[in-house]
C-alpha cells in the first residue's frame, strides 16, 4: 500500500475542526490525528503487508516549472514556497515521528513530487499494489497487468473507490493508461493546467478514444483527411505549444531515484516508548491505539 501522505494529511487538516484535536499546550493536531486514523482505517479494511507513504521533497518542481510556468503558480506564497495553513505545517514533523516510532516507512526525493515517488514504486514494487490518494492524476497508475490499483478517496477513506482500468474507463471513457493524454487536452485549474479552451471532458475524451495519445493527436492536425470540425482543428491547432509540453507535466515520474526502502508493515511499534512519549506530547494516545491495534490484528 502505497500513501500519498500529503494527500491524506491535508484532508485530515481540512476534515476535522482544530478545536476537536489539540495538545496539551494547545497546539492543533487535527492532522495528526485525522491521518492517524485514515492509516488504521486502511490498514483494518484492506490488510496489507507493505507500506510506504510518500513525501513532497518539492511540490513545484523546476522541470515542470520550465514545461509550464502556470503548473500550480497559484498555489505560491509571496515569499515563496506553497501556501500551506500556518496550523498545517507544524503538524507535519509529528506525523513523521509517528510513522518512524510505529516503523511505517515515509520517503521524498529532491525534485520530486510525492505523485513522483508513488510512480516509481508502483513500477517497482511488486504487485499487487494499492495507491492511496485523493489525487485524480493518480489514475495514470493503474495497470490491471501488474496489479496496480488506485483507492481514490476523494470523498475520504470511509468512501474509498477501489479503481482498475475498467473503473477508470468507466468514470472518464479513456483507460489508466491515456488518462494524462486526456488531463491535458480537459485541464486541471487546481494545478495550474490550462487545457485546451473549449475542449471539456467528453471532448478530450472522444479525441483519445479515437486518436490515441496526444502525439497522435498533433500528427493527426497536419493530415486534411482526420476527420476533425474545423472549430475543434482550429481549438487544438492554436494550443499546439501547450499540448507539446503538457503531457510531459501531467505525467508521473516513474524513476525517481530512490534508496532501498523497508516495506514490511510492523505489527507492534518499532520504538513502543518513543511512541507513548509521542502519545502522551501531543494528545494522540486515541489514534495511536487505533494504529496499533489495527496492525496487530491478524489478517
Not at 28 to 47: C, I
Not at 173 to 178: C, E, L, N, S, T
Request: aromatic share 6%; charged share 25%; hydrophobic share 45%.
Amino acid at each position: 500500500m502505497l500513501i500519498d501522505a500529503p494527500s491524506l494529511y491535508f484532508r485530515a487538516y481540512f476534515g476535522i475542526p482544530e478545536s476537536a484535536a489539540r495538545a496539551e499546550d494547545g497546539s492543533p493536531v487535527n492532522a495528526v490525528r485525522g491521518f492517524l486514523d485514515m492509516l488504521a482505517t486502511l490498514v483494518r479494511t484492506r490488510r496489507p503487508d507493505r507500506m510506504v507513504c510518500a513525501l513532497d521533497h518539492d511540490w513545484r518542481p523546476d522541470w515542470r516549472v520550465a514545461l509550464l510556468p502556470s503548473y500550480k503558480a497559484h498555489r505560491v506564497a509571496p515569499e515563496g514556497g506553497e501556501v500551506v495553513p500556518d496550523t498545517l505545517s507544524p503538524q507535519v514533523p509529528v506525523i513523521l515521528d509517528v510513522l518512524a516510532a510505529i516503523g511505517i516507512t515515509a520517503v521524498g526525493a529532491a525534485g520530486y513530487e510525492a505523485d513522483d515517488v508513488l510512480g516509481t514504486l508502483s513500477a517497482t514494487q511488486p504487485g499487487p499494489v494499492e495507491v492511496v490518494s485523493g489525487d485524480r492524476d493518480l489514475f495514470q497508475l493503474v495497470d490491471d497487468t501488474r496489479g496496480v490499483r488506485l483507492l481514490y478517496v476523494g470523498r475520504g477513506v470511509a468512501k474509498l473507490e477501489d479503481c482498475d482500468d475498467a473503473a477508470v474507463r468507466g468514470r472518464y471513457g479513456v483507460p489508466a493508461d491515456r488518462y494524462a493524454d486526456f488531463a491535458a487536452l480537459r485541464g486541471d485549474p487546481s494545478d495550474g493546467l490550462p487545457g485546451v479552451p473549449g475542449v471539456g471532458e467528453k471532448t478530450a475524451a472522444r479525441l483519445v478514444d479515437r486518436y490515441g495519445g496526444i502525439d497522435a493527436i498533433l500528427a493527426a492536425l497536419d493530415d486534411p483527411a482526420s476527420g476533425f470540425a474545423p472549430g475543434l482543428r482550429a481549438k487544438l491547432a492554436a494550443a499546439r505549444d501547450y499540448l507539446a509540453v503538457a503531457p510531459k507535466v501531467v505525467r508521473v515520474a516513474l524513476d525517481v531515484p530512490l534508496p532501498a526502502l523497508p516495506t514490511a508493515l510492523p505489527q507492534s511499534p518499532a520504538d513502543p516508548d518513543r511512541l507513548l512519549e509521542l502519545a502522551q506530547r501531543w494528545n494522540l494516545a486515541g489514534s495511536c491505539r487505533r494504529l496499533v491495534d489495527a496492525l496487530a490484528t491478524p489478517a
